[in-house]
């Protein structure tokens, strides 16, 4: 592999991720009925794409060579989870509190240092984590200059606090 200089534009972005799901209304379910997401654009019941803020698509969803398969090992190589960013800690509170109360199940949360994570599995086992950024400003830096993340338990209750 050649190296030298280049690096992507700043502006850069990961546009959308695509999922290969084994039943496309049951992931229609989780993405839009319980996360909230809106349907863009649909293929029959092949596949969906989905999206926030009426953008074109931030995820699509389809069957075309996975219906009724069963999930992807977890011990093996594959996508480990797909990131959706929430604008403020409020929006996180609030999902949070959502799938509380739908007694959904996370597998885990995570306080990164320069962000704050939710981690579930929908229902096909795809990994999702749930967050939002602190200000850059609030981030620490090692002596080398990169940012320093870590993992620590994240406070629940004092995240549920934001509702109030």
Not at 44 to 72: E, M, V
């Amino acid at each position: 592999m050649e190296t030298d200089d280049y690096q992507l534009p700043a502006q850069t972005r990961i546009g959308h991720v695509h999922l290969k799901v084994a039943d496309l209304e049951r992931a229609i379910d989780f993405y839009c009925g319980l996360l909230g997401f809106e349907i863009t654009a649909r293929y029959g019941a092949q596949a969906a794409f989905i999206s926030a803020g009426g953008y074109h698509h931030h995820i699509g969803l389809n069957t075309w060579y996975s219906k009724d398969a069963p999930p992807a090992p977890q011990h093996g190589v594959g996508l480990f989870h797909t990131a959706i960013l929430y604008p403020t800690r409020k929006d996180l509170a609030t999902i949070f509190n959502r799938l509380r109360q739908a007694d959904y199940p996370f597998s885990g949360a995570s306080d990164h240092g320069v962000s704050e994570a939710l981690y579930l599995n929908d229902p096909d086992g795809n990994g999702v984590e749930l967050y939002w950024d602190r200000p850059k400003e609030l981030w620490n830096y090692m002596p080398d200059g990169t940012v320093e993340m870590y993992t620590k338990s994240l406070n629940l209750a004092g995240l549920l606090a934001e509702l109030k």
